[in-house]
């Protein structure tokens, strides 16, 4: 298996290579191996830290036929044969950035019982998220909120949205843009995404009190 030897700005260039075939290969050769190198580097730490056991996930934009992916990501979920149903954390990038989320996407069947909890929790959940984090509404966008940003409405208006629109999605973690040192230094990465993980576990449990 690949080892993970810290992400070069060639790996952010992929996403401008032309055509579905093109970008693809490109992805699978260079990006697709690092991603999973991290995530299986960072599974028996989530596995520990969530207390379900987790397993690696790599995208495979296999739904594709003509438009090429914009971001690809390796997930980590408590599922072996899936994970877009289930809450789970995600490392990956877009061309202008790295993204370590956790998330609860359309799939999920819990998307309006977690909105439910997370509404309850509001004010722990807005207290213990750290300032520098971000949000975000739709994983096939790069746009995010800023959690400085978010106050009590503003969180409200995104869970409402997580329960009563059949496309919404919540995901919760930090950006890293691709000039950012700590990119090239694997070990900084890896601990910077353990970090994050422990930050976000919290809200992972609060999707265990559901099963």
Same mark, same amino acid.
């Given at each position: 298996?690949?080892? $993970?030897?810290?992400?070069?700005?060639?790996?952010?260039?992929?996403?401008?290579?032309?055509?579905?075939?093109?970008?693809?290969?490109?992805?699978?050769?260079?990006?697709?191996?690092?991603?999973?190198? @991290?995530?299986?580097?960072?599974?028996?730490?989530?596995?520990?830290?969530?207390?379900?056991?987790?397993?690696?996930?790599?995208?495979?934009?296999?739904?594709?036929?003509?438009?090429?992916?914009?971001?690809?990501?390796?997930?980590?979920?408590?599922?072996?044969?899936?994970?877009k149903k289930l809450p789970h954390f995600q490392v990956g990038l877009w061309e202008s950035h790295v993204f370590i989320w956790f998330a609860v996407i359309y799939e999920s069947p819990i998307k309006q019982d977690f909105a439910k909890t997370l509404e309850r929790n509001r004010k722990e959940v807005l207290s213990h998220i750290p300032d520098q984090f971000v949000w975000s509404v739709d994983h096939?966008?790069?746009?995010?909120?800023?959690?400085?940003?978010?106050?009590?409405?503003?969180?409200?208006?995104?869970?409402?949205?997580?329960?009563?629109?059949?496309?919404?999605? @919540?995901?919760?973690?930090?950006?890293?843009?691709?000039?950012?040192?700590?990119?090239?230094?694997?070990?900084?990465?890896?601990?910077?995404?353990?970090?994050? $993980?422990?930050?976000?576990?919290?809200?992972?449990?609060?999707?265990?009190?559901?099963?």
């Amino acid at each position: 298996m690949a080892t $993970f030897n810290g992400f070069t700005q060639k790996d952010f260039d992929v996403f401008s290579i032309p055509g579905l075939e093109n970008r693809m290969n490109a992805l699978r050769e260079q990006i697709s191996p690092k991603l999973e190198a @991290i995530a299986k580097e960072l599974e028996p730490d989530v596995t520990a830290l969530t207390g379900d056991e987790m397993f690696v996930h790599v995208a495979k934009h296999a739904r594709r036929k003509t438009n090429p992916p914009n971001d690809t990501w390796a997930a980590l979920a408590s599922n072996k044969r899936g994970y877009k149903k289930l809450p789970h954390f995600q490392v990956g990038l877009w061309e202008s950035h790295v993204f370590i989320w956790f998330a609860v996407i359309y799939e999920s069947p819990i998307k309006q019982d977690f909105a439910k909890t997370l509404e309850r929790n509001r004010k722990e959940v807005l207290s213990h998220i750290p300032d520098q984090f971000v949000w975000s509404v739709d994983h096939t966008k790069p746009d995010s909120i800023p959690h400085e940003e978010v106050d009590e409405e503003k969180f409200l208006s995104m869970t409402d949205r997580l329960k009563n629109v059949k496309k919404a999605e @919540i995901l919760c973690g930090q950006n890293i843009s691709r000039d950012d040192k700590r990119l090239k230094d694997a070990d900084a990465f890896i601990e910077l995404c353990r970090e994050t $993980f422990e930050k976000l576990e919290p809200l992972y449990r609060y999707t265990k009190q559901l099963n």
